[in-house]
């Protein structure tokens, strides 16, 4: 009662009806489909290969969960939605690997079935960064680090065939954008100014560490 008390002093969720509730688990579940599909789809050669690079990146998965997260109406609600968003997004996606590409990836499907698993922890407290506090402003700036982090390594995409290396630039447009968009998830400008340097100090750590790529080496298409 004690944590929860304290946790309602950084934020406090909305009242929304059962009705809304489902609505917003279901639409979460539509996303998960759509982007899920749409990530193997691009991963074809007649395809622009800057769509089959977000897609196969942890950069665009973190951006939409963590939006999903934090516009929830609480945050039990938002660890619902992520787990139903990333287990509906694995499972089309893998779906269509095996239906009609004949290629079953054990590695990957358990790799990212844990990880699926654990999202609804992450998402419960990412939806406190829309809060007051230190804590709330630590939460915040997560989700940039892992983008700034991961896109540092862009400068590598591509490689080591030079064909597409001209994308690079649109590609680093696209993380500067989500980034930006991540930025205005704090409600005043003091936790704008708080957030960006906790990222940028945490992100230089990551970098440092190769964190993402200990964790997620193999599995992502930048590490």
Known sequence: MEMLHRLNQIRVGYKSTTK????????AM????????????????????????IGGRL???????TLLSVFSYSPKVAAVKIFVFF???LTVNYAY??????????????????????SPVCAYIMWYARGNGLFSYIVAAL???????????????????????YLIPWLMGIYLIMV??????????????????????????MIYFNVLG??????????
């Open 30 to 53: 539509m996303i998960g489909v759509i982007l899920g599909l749409a990530a193997k789809l691009v991963d074809n050669p007649g395809i622009n290969p800057i769509f089959d690079d």
């Open 20 to 27: 809304q509730k489902v609505f917003s688990i279901v639409s």
């Open 97 to 118: 690997t095996v239906l009609f590409l004949d290629f079953f990836p054990m590695r990957e499907i358990v790799f990212w079935g844990m990880c699926a698993v654990v």
């Open 59 to 65: 950069g665009i998965w973190v951006f939409v969960a």
């Open 214 to 223: 200990r964790i997620f080496g193999g599995m992502n298409g930048v590490l």
């Open 143 to 165: 989700p940039i680090t892992v983008l700034l982090s991961e896109g540092f390594e862009l400068r590598h995409a591509y490689l080591p065939i030079h064909t597409h290396y």
């Open 180 to 205: 930006l968009v991540l930025l205005l998830i704090p409600k005043n400008k003091i936790q704008f100014i708080v957030v960006l340097p906790i990222a940028l100090i945490l992100s230089l750590i």
């Open 87 to 89: 287990g509906s997004m």
